[in-house]
């Protein structure tokens, strides 16, 4: 006496057990006869049986729960144990619900091709597995469609990239040509550097009309002479004074200004071709001033000491 697993596809689909749920009822029967024995193509082993069993009992389980993936892959263990196509149609339910379109068009596809499907069923099937090749196809020109759409915004977002690294070495080259082409003076430089020369001609020559004018009021009125110097005596060369003063302020301001914007200048030039240098050539040193207090010297002087390298 052989104990024999038996799938009877109409029973299954009348079973109110998964009635609810569109699975297939794998209905187990032991038929202790030697009628059973004949039918060999569809007997499996006892522990076949069993792995089968206690996996489409999981594989229900989860389905009724809503595990749909889970339900799948339990089903998916009871087709291997025993390769009954009813199985297949679980695993397509389970895999539809689980959002796996192909393996669900896969396993419709199986079910179909076996000889359990109830005649009557068969076209309802049929029309099923073309809606869900249907939804495949859609499902794959959509995922193509973004695909390409996510390619064209890559090239875009790629060319536009590209397009502002070169106009930003366009920038760059012209920056340094214009580095290497610049006066070793600058326009603004040189403009302070003629106001401060102004300023400073004019203070020197204030300052000799000055020093004149006090010589020749020194002559007529003062101490030296003994009477008092009028306001009209002293008209002309405090004018001179005071001219002196701002020629010296205005030089002074205007040399240190055309100084600044000079070593400046210098500085950024220098940064640029150092930037620009791809060789191991030691880059073009800026400039550098030097600035020290002098004390004492000849006759007692005292004053700054300045230098540097241009």
Excluded: K
């Excluded at 326009?187 to 004019?202: N, P």
């Amino acid at each position: 006496m052989v104990g024999t697993v038996v799938f009877s596809c109409g029973r299954c689909y009348r079973s109110p057990v998964i009635r609810h749920a569109s699975l297939i009822l794998v209905i187990v029967s032991l038929f202790f006869s030697s009628a059973a024995a004949a039918q060999a193509g569809r007997r499996a082993p006892g522990s076949q049986q069993a792995a089968a069993r206690a996996a489409f009992e999981e594989g229900s389980e989860h389905y009724e729960h809503g595990r749909y993936r889970e339900a799948m892959d339990a089903f998916e263990r009871a087709y291997a144990a025993m390769r009954s196509p009813e199985f297949l149609y679980n695993i397509y339910t389970a895999a539809q619900r689980a959002g796996e379109l192909p393996r669900a068009e896969e396993a419709l596809s199986g079910y179909l091709e076996s000889h359990v499907v109830p005649q009557d069923e068969r076209p309802a099937l049929e029309a099923r597995l073309v809606l869900l090749r249907q939804e495949i196809a859609d499902a794959e020109a959509a995922r193509l469609a973004a695909e390409e759409q996510a390619r064209v915004a890559a090239a875009a977002e790629a060319a536009e990239a590209q397009r502002l690294a070169e106009a930003e070495r366009r920038a760059r080259e012209a920056e340094e040509e214009a580095a290497r082409g610049a006066p070793r003076v600058s326009s603004g430089a040189t403009v302070g550097f003629v106001v401060g020369a102004g300023g400073l001609a004019s203070f020197a020559t204030f300052a000799a009309l000055a020093a004149r004018e006090d010589r020749r009021v020194g002559r007529s009125c003062g101490a030296e002479v003994g009477e008092f110097c009028t306001e009209s005596d002293v008209r002309q060369l405090r004018a001179y004074s005071a001219t002196a003063d701002v020629s010296l302020v205005i030089g002074g301001v205007g040399a240190a200004t055309g100084l600044i914007v000079f070593f400046i200048q210098r500085r950024r030039r220098a940064d640029i071709l150092e930037r620009s240098n791809d060789s191991d050539e030691a880059a073009e040193p800026g400039a550098t001033v030097q600035v020290a207090p002098l004390i004492g010297g000849p006759a007692g002087a005292w004053g700054l000491a300045a230098g540097g390298t241009f």
